[in-house]
């Protein structure tokens, strides 16, 4: 297993190095490790089991930081900006590096997977659970949206299956429901806000 996101990038060049090959990275942004069990019972539920390991997120483990090292292959660089266009060319750029051809990779952020057959390295980002994880009132809020997510989610990860790829499911990074013990000063709103995360 990786140790951390900026490795798994390199786990899965190492144990799929083969010409036809065909592996998915699908990131399910701000997914915790309860919403993971949930989302694993219904893949079994269609047959589709699952081998879990663990790896850790860059800490501080905000979006623009360890998506950005889960992407990019390697330690984050604090002057990135975090869009779905720079993702894109990080996970372009790597596998280039990595002699496969761009023809036979894709990143989708947020879309329908669509002809996934023809490709060998396929980047899927959601950021539906952490949109609402952010806006949820409690954690029985949260567990009533991410069961509807997963109505959306499973058939995403159903196509690249049906199509023959080695599914790398995981988080950028998760969540824990929390209540303020004190609100933030603004310095400390700056700097949330200068590292592109909501997150208190």
């Not at 798994?8 to 592996?23: A, F, P, T």
């Not at 694993?40 to 483990?61: G, H, M, R």
């Not at 660089?77 to 002699?99: A, I, R």
């Amino acid at each position: 297993r990786p140790y951390s996101v900026n490795k798994v990038l390199q786990h899965i060049n190492y144990v799929h190095s083969e010409q036809n090959d065909k592996v998915a990275l699908f990131v399910i942004d701000g997914m915790a490790y309860w919403q993971y069990l949930m989302l694993k019972n219904e893949l079994e539920a269609k047959n589709i089991y699952t081998e879990d390991k663990v790896s850790f997120a860059w800490v501080p483990s905000i979006t623009k930081l360890s998506r950005q090292a889960l992407f990019r292959g390697d330690m984050p660089k604090g002057s990135y900006v975090q869009n779905p266009q720079n993702e894109s060319k990080l996970w372009f750029d790597y596998w280039e590096k990595h002699h496969v051809p761009s023809t036979q990779v894709w990143y989708e952020h947020n879309g329908s997977i669509d002809r996934p057959e023809q490709y060998r390295r396929f980047g899927y980002v959601t950021t539906s659970l952490d949109g609402h994880m952010h806006g949820c009132r409690d954690l029985k809020d949260l567990h009533d949206l991410t069961v509807n997510r997963l109505v959306e989610i499973v058939p995403e990860i159903m196509k690249l299956y049906d199509a023959g790829y080695t599914i790398y499911i995981t988080a950028d990074h998760g969540n824990v429901y929390s209540h303020a013990w004190r609100t933030l000063n603004a310095q400390e709103k700056t700097m949330l806000y200068t590292n592109e995360s909501r997150g208190g």
